[in-house]
Every structure is written in C-alpha cells, then in structure tokens.
Nanobody
Framework: QVRLVESGGGLVQAGGSLRLSCAAPGNIFNKSRMRWFRQAPGQEREWVAQIITSGTANYADSVKGRFTISRDNIKNTVYLQMNSLKPEDTAVYYC??????????WGQGTQVTVSS
C-alpha cells in the first residue's frame, strides 16, 4: 500500500520551475526524514535532497543552488521547489520517508520532463 502521495510533476521548458509535493500520514511524517529521489530512463535511482525533522536540509551537488526542499509539519507535507530546470533533470521523482527505525516508505512517483 502506497502511503505517500506525490503531485506537481509535469512538462516545463529549460530554465523554468516546478514544485513537487508529497503528503504523508502524520504517524509517518512526524518521525521521518523526508527525501526526494529521481530516476531517469536507463539509470539508477539517485538521491536528490533530504530534510530531517528539525528542518536541516541537504542536497545532491547536481541540484544544489537550484532546488529547495521544505516541510510543513502541520500539513504533513514535504515540498521540492525546482528552479532553473535543465533537460538533465528529466526523471521520475519519488518521495521517501525514512523513520528512526529504518522503515522506508515510497511514493508512486511523479514525472518531470524538461524540454530544451
């Protein structure tokens, strides 16, 4: 059963912006570091960004300075604001929750396509 629900993907031109959202049940969200991964066709899934419960965020070098991860602890939602998008950002983006006990939950994925 998929418990994380993503939204916000789509088609955008290079240089444009998109914001992804991922809603999670409170019992998962409140004890988890929330992460975004992406997987391009023919490639392995790669980590993009994470935010822990205190709000501290980390980013992959490939997106640093362009993407911003944030979390709303009232709405139990994590966001990924993606600016200055490049064609190489094209991928299926997945939301992930990793809790204190090592339990992983994944979303169903949302497609992001950046045209040149």
């Amino acid at each position: 059963q998929v418990r994380l629900v993503e939204s916000g993907g789509g088609l955008v031109q290079a240089g444009g912006s998109l914001r992804l959202s991922c809603a999670a049940p409170g019992n998962i969200f409140n004890k988890s570091r929330m992460r975004w991964f992406r997987q391009a066709p023919g490639q392995e899934r790669e980590w993009v960004a994470q935010i822990i419960t205190s709000g501290t965020a980390n980013y992959a070098d490939s997106v640093k300075g362009r993407f911003t991860i944030s979390r709303d602890n009232i709405k139990n939602t994590v966001y990924l604001q993606m600016n200055s998008l490049k064609p190489e950002d094209t991928a299926v983006y997945y939301c992930n929750a990793l809790d204190y006990y090592g339990n992983n939950d994944w979303g169903q994925g949302t497609q992001v396509t950046v045209s040149s």
